[in-house]
């Protein structure tokens, strides 16, 4: 293998994700994983709160210590807290087509699974996806779909934003469509951009070359720097909100965490702006995939640290969590870092409009958290978060740069928090049951209290107009 030096500048994905420096980071940590005094110097970096190279954050990653690890949990926990309080923001994903050209082997989408009936919404049917997800109280989607050059093309992606954004049932509204297709080439990242999406998301998958290249045996995902160096052509393309992630458990998970805060390193050096988020999904049991893939699976212990050190490393990045997971992990996972999660969701084509077909195997992949919307918001409620489905900040264009700054700063509260209760009291009003419309009050209620005067005073007032039925969709 030809030897590639580490260089975030550069914009070849050899040298910003570079196999020698991930192995020789490794082998660092190794060594010096349990040095008190090193540990003690990292977490002191970590307490300013302004994050830790690939390096630091895999020391912390890999050390035994009780006593350390302790602190990183205390730590996390605190770094979500002064960047993104006790909110919680609300998604659900949207799956378009599961046609797909790739071979994935983890994924049963991959284009040889004869088994899995494959289908594409029209726009009609997309409007009764939407109009369920409306029902349910949704405002913020993630689409998805496979990559098909003839069923999925740009063009039927850009006609579906545009019908989703147009469609207005009851008090419903969808407000932000972040996207997750295919890497593709600037010129098409400049259309999404132009169609209004919120976050372009693509998963690295592995970061791990060799790996990567195993697992997409056939299909142009199979090309390994167009999927790496994907985000640099969406960042050129204008879009400047984009979500990364790695699928844990198709490499060592060390590899991965090391590789993903590399990549981080890189947008941060490149661009000067890091992922607006970070996904943190791990493998799950499909139809369709060869259980001998979890070789690589990592324990809900792993898991959870990982989500601790990714928090502390990058305190900037949003961090999500899907119902892949169950309602343990995520309960555990909220407390450490996460800061955006999915809910009611349905991971088949058409399951929101045809909850019965459910059955109907063209899930992605089984669910783990089969909650309703409703009894998620109740849940969240009631450990002490905030459910928010505010979509403001690319509305009010803080998005790339400026978001960053804001949020660095830790002046995004100002905007989240009444966003926040006001986005919450819509979905108290119009969509949730008694029980969960009573506990939001009260806590709506205690919150309002700890504004300062101007933002309160802003948001009592436009309590009691979404109450009183005067108008919808107030924020700042
Ligand atoms: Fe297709 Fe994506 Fe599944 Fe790969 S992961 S087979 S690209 S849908
Ligand atoms: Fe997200 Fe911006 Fe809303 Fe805060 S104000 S929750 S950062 S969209």
């Not at 040889?112 to 009609?124: A, G």
């Not at 970070?278 to 893939?293: E, H, M, Q, T, Y």
């Not at 961090?319 to 088949?348: F, H, W, Y």
């Not at 009444?418 to 205690?446: C, F, H, M, R």
Request: a neutral charge; proline letters at 4%.
């Amino acid at each position: 293998m030809q030897k590639y030096k580490y260089n975030p500048s550069s914009l070849v994905a050899d040298e910003f994700i570079c196999h020698d420096e991930v192995v020789e980071s490794i082998e660092f940590a190794q060594h010096h994983k349990n040095d008190i005094e090193l540990l003690k110097q990292i977490l002191k970096k970590a307490r300013e709160e302004k994050g830790l190279s690939h390096r630091e954050a895999l020391l912390l990653l890999m050390n035994d210590l009780p006593e350390i690890n302790q602190q990183i949990k205390k730590l996390a926990k605190q770094i979500k807290l002064d960047f993104y309080g006790n909110r919680i923001v609300l998604f659900a994903p949207l799956y378009l087509s599961n046609y797909c050209v790739n071979g994935c082997t983890y994924c049963p989408y991959h284009a040889v699974n004869k088994n899995m009936p494959r289908k594409k919404m029209t726009q009609q049917e997309i409007e009764s996806e939407v109009i369920a997800l409306q029902d349910m109280g949704h405002k913020r989607l993630a689409l998805e779909l496979g990559e098909h050059p003839v069923m999925n093309p740009l063009d039927y992606v850009l006609e579906s934003i545009d019908t989703i954004y147009k469609i207005k049932h009851k008090n419903g509204s969808i407000r932000r469509v972040n996207v997750n297709i295919a890497a593709t080439d600037e010129k098409s990242y400049t259309k999404l951009k132009d169609a209004g999406i919120g976050t372009y998301i693509l998963f690295q998958e592995t970061y791990n070359r060799e790996r990567y290249e195993k697992l997409h045996p056939t299909g142009p995902k199979h090309d390994y720097n167009r999927q790496t160096e994907a985000m640099d052509r969406a960042m050129r393309g204008g879009i400047d909100d984009v979500g990364i992630g790695v699928l844990f458990g198709l490499s060592t998970y060390l590899y991965e965490f090391t590789a993903l805060l590399m990549h981080v390193e890189h947008l941060k050096t490149v661009f000067n702006v890091g992922p607006h988020t970070i996904s943190v999904p791990r493998l799950r049991p499909a139809d369709g995939i060869n259980p001998a893939l979890f070789a690589d699976c990592i324990s809900d212990d792993i898991f959870v640290k990982i989500i601790a050190c990714l928090r502390i490393a990058v305190p900037t990045a949003g961090m999500i969590i899907s119902t892949r997971e169950s309602k343990e992990t995520r309960e555990r996972a909220l407390e450490l870092g996460i800061s955006q999660i999915s809910g009611g969701s349905k991971t088949s084509v058409g399951g929101y409009s045809n909850p019965n077909d459910e059955n109907n195997d063209s899930a992605q992949f089984d669910i783990c958290d089969n909650r309703t919307l409703d009894e998620i918001v109740y849940w969240l409620l009631e450990n002490g978060h905030i459910p928010s489905f505010c979509t403001a900040c690319y509305r009010k264009h803080r998005t790339g740069e400026q978001f960053m700054k804001l949020c660095a700063n830790k002046s995004i509260h100002h905007f989240c928090h009444p966003n926040a209760l006001l986005s919450l009291q819509e979905y108290l009003t119009d969509y949730a049951s008694s029980q969960t419309k009573t506990l939001g009050e009260k806590v709506i209620a205690q919150e309002v209290a700890k504004l300062p005067d101007a933002s309160a005073k802003f948001v009592l007032q436009h309590l009691a107009d979404i109450k009183e039925g005067k108008g919808r969709d107030f924020y700042l």
